[in-house]
């Protein structure tokens, strides 16, 4: 189920990590804030996991596994859709704020149930997947899914807590951008191992 080999780029990871620390000190504040060039990267990441998904379902002959896929790629459209506020963002005032829900009419009224109705969709993919099945059967990268739970706990410390070491905004972005990366790699390993039949 795990392929324990520790791949080259994750020494580069391990290499970004202090990197944040310091460039973030060079960095204006603004390139983390919402529609900046950190942000619209990390929907270039997810608009790619959409496609390895949509590839590999496209590709698969197993009906459960295509299940899996149409999940995997839902999941990744949702994120998406998350780091553009589920569509606000696009819809920015000149002072850089976003509108509240109650201004955005019907969409603000609906807009929250049809986010748990593709929640729950989703849940329901995985299940008629099999998903810890699917799981069983395929080869995921040990130490990339490591760095991958890493990552997400600095993205948590760097929202959530105030430490002299983290700064707030500009930390949460650039680890999400390695959070994603992360989860990029482990699609395309499950991808090449699941569907394309090689690693």
């Known amino acids: 189920m795990f392929d324990k080999r520790f791949f080259p780029h994750l020494w580069l990871l391990i290499i970004y990590i202090p990197f944040v ?3 973030k000190n060079f960095l204006p504040e603004n390139v983390a804030c919402e529609n900046g060039p950190i942000e619209n ?4 990441l997810l608009a790619i996991g959409v496609y390895l998904c949509w590839q590999a379902l496209k590709k698969t002959n197993i009906k459960t596994d295509k299940y899996v896929w149409q999940a995997g790629a839902l999941f990744y459209v949702l994120l998406f859709l998350r780091e553009i506020s589920w569509g606000r963002a696009l ?3 000149p002072d850089g ?3 509240q829900w109650n201004e955005l009419g019907l969409y603000g009224v609906i807009a ?3 986010i748990g109705v593709a929640i729950v969709y989703l849940l329901i993919l995985f299940y008629r997947g099999r998903f810890f099945s699917f799981l069983k059967n395929a080869q995921i990268p040990l130490w990339d899914l490591v760095f991958l ?3 997400v706990i600095l993205v948590d410390i760097s929202e959530h807590y105030n430490f002299s070491i983290f700064n707030g905004m500009i930390d949460e972005e650039l680890f999400e951008c390695a959070m994603y990366f992360e989860m990029l790699r482990i699609t395309s390993f499950i ?3 699941k569907v394309d039949g090689y690693l």
């Open 21 to 23: 620390f310091f460039i």
């Open 149 to 151: 739970v890493m990552f």
């Open 91 to 93: 819809l920015m005032r």
């Open 112 to 114: 929250h149930p049809l």
């Open 41 to 44: 990267f990390q929907l270039v």
């Open 191 to 193: 991808k090449k191992y």
């Open 97 to 99: 704020t976003m509108p």
